[in-house]
C-alpha cells in the first residue's frame, strides 16, 4: 500500500482567509514533503519533516506554515496569501531508512488551491 | 546544488513503438537516487521507475527501462510497446539519499517532457 492522501480536492480562498491543507499516510513512513506546482511547472520543493521535525525550509514565505502533529499527518497552514499562490499542493512521504526503496517517495493527489 | 535538464518538451509515437526520453543531470555527489515520475492529466504524481547511482545494473520496470551512464551524468528512460494510457507529462527527478538517523532530502525535478501517444 502507497497511499497517501490530501484534503480537500479543491479549495478556494480570499486573500484574508485563513485555511489550512491536510496530508495523511498510514505507511509508517518517517519523512514527509510539501511542493507547490504551478501549471505546466515541475514541482517545487517547500517543505521537508524528518521524524516529525522540520529539517528543510525552501525559504517560502512566513503566509504558508506547516505542521507535523503525528507521525502520519502533515498539515500545510496558509494565511494572508496571495494570487500567485494559486497552484497545485502536492504532498509525498517516504521511510526515510536505508534499504531497497527506503527514500522513494510516494505522492497524493494534490489540492488545487484557487487565491481569488 | 544539483540540476536536472530534460531537453525534449513534447514527444508524439504511434502506439506500440518504443520511445525514449532523455535526461541528464548535474552534481557533486557520488551517492544518489534517480527517478522516473509521470503525470497524467489528472496530475496524480506516480513512479515509474528508480535507479540507485552506486547500482551499475539499468533498473527496469515491465516495458519501461533506463539507461544511467554515471560517467556521462545521463538518464534516460525507454517505454517499449507504448500505450495510450502512457500519455503525460515525465519528469525526471534528483535526490541524494536520506538515513536512518538523519534528515530526508527533497527532489529536484526536470522541467519534464510531455509524451503523448498516438492511436
Known amino acids: 500500500d502507497t497511499e497517501v492522501t490530501q484534503t480537500p480536492k479543491h479549495l478556494v480562498m480570499g486573500m484574508t482567509n485563513k485555511k489550512s491543507l491536510k496530508c495523511e499516510q498510514h505507511?509508517?513512513?518517517?519523512?514527509m514533503y510539501w511542493y507547490k506546482q504551478k501549471a505546466k511547472k515541475p514541482p517545487e520543493l517547500m517543505f521537508v519533516y524528518s521524524y516529525e521535525k522540520l529539517s528543510i525550509n525552501e525559504s517560502v514565505p512566513s503566509r504558508f506554515s506547516p505542521e507535523c502533529p503525528n507521525s502520519s499527518l502533515l498539515n500545510l497552514h496558509l494565511h494572508a496569501l496571495q494570487p500567485e499562490d494559486s497552484a497545485l499542493y502536492l504532498c509525498?512521504?517516504?521511510?526515510?531508512?536505508?534499504?531497497?526503496?527506503?527514500?522513494?517517495?510516494?505522492f497524493g493527489p494534490g489540492t488545487r488551491l484557487t487565491v481569488l | 546544488a544539483q540540476t536536472v535538464t530534460q531537453s525534449q518538451p513534447e514527444m508524439s509515437v504511434q502506439e506500440a513503438e518504443t520511445v525514449t526520453l532523455s535526461c541528464t543531470y548535474d552534481t557533486s555527489e557520488s551517492n544518489y537516487y534517480l527517478f522516473w515520475y509521470k503525470q497524467p492529466p489528472s496530475r496524480q504524481m506516480i513512479l515509474v521507475i528508480r535507479?540507485?547511482?552506486?547500482?551499475?545494473q539499468n533498473a527496469t520496470e515491465n516495458r519501461f527501462s533506463v539507461n544511467f551512464q554515471k560517467a556521462a551524468k545521463s538518464f534516460s528512460l525507454k517505454i517499449s510497446d507504448s500505450q495510450l494510457g502512457d500519455t503525460a507529462m515525465y519528469f525526471c527527478?534528483?535526490?541524494?539519499?536520506?538515513?536512518?538517523?538523519?534528515?530526508?532530502?527533497?527532489?529536484?525535478f526536470g522541467k519534464g517532457t510531455h509524451l503523448i501517444i498516438q492511436p
Open positions: 509525498a512521504s517516504s521511510r526515510l531508512l536505508r534499504g531497497p526503496r527506503g527514500d522513494t517517495q510516494y
Open positions: 505507511m509508517g513512513h518517517r519523512a
Open positions: 535507479q540507485e547511482a552506486y547500482k551499475q
Open positions: 527527478a534528483f535526490m541524494k539519499p536520506g538515513y536512518s538517523g538523519g534528515g530526508a532530502d527533497g527532489l529536484t
